[in-house]
Nanobody, 118 residues
Framework: QVQLVESGGGLVQAGGSLILSCAAS????????MGWFRQAPGKEREFVAS????????YYADSVKARFTISRDNAKNTVYLQIHSLKPEDTAVYYC???????????WGQGTQVTVSS
């Protein structure tokens, strides 16, 4: 079992930046591909980014590739999502996930709300 707790969400003006954090506990953190997903109001949850256990490979949805950066600190059992140039369409609940396999994951956090005002 893996427990995930996100933090760092909030209300931000368009053009601003944010760093989301996800602290993991349970199984060996570095064993898992970690990721971030988001769900906007009225839409399905979508993949945002993922990063392999050693942090050597990262993948992004095309819609965020230029503005989002995923990273991890295995010593702290934490994964991060840096978001730059925020847009109102980035408004969503952002979920941390562990054991990411494509668009799916076996473990989920409870989510953190990001709201971008125009």
């Amino acid at each position: 079992q893996v427990q995930l707790v996100e933090s760092g969400g909030g209300l931000v003006q368009a053009g601003g930046s944010l760093i989301l954090s996800c602290a993991a506990s349970g199984r060996t953190f570095s064993d898992y591909t970690m990721g971030w997903f988001r769900q906007a109001p009225g839409k399905e949850r979508e993949f945002v980014a993922s990063i392999h256990g050693r942090g050597d490979n990262a993948y992004y949805a095309d819609s965020v590739k230029a503005r989002f950066t995923i990273s991890r600190d295995n010593a702290k059992n934490t994964v991060y999502l840096q978001i730059h140039s925020l847009k109102p369409e980035d408004t969503a609940v952002y979920y941390c996930a562990a054991d990411v396999r494509g668009s799916k994951a076996n473990y989920w956090g409870q989510g953190t709300q990001v709201t971008v005002s125009s």
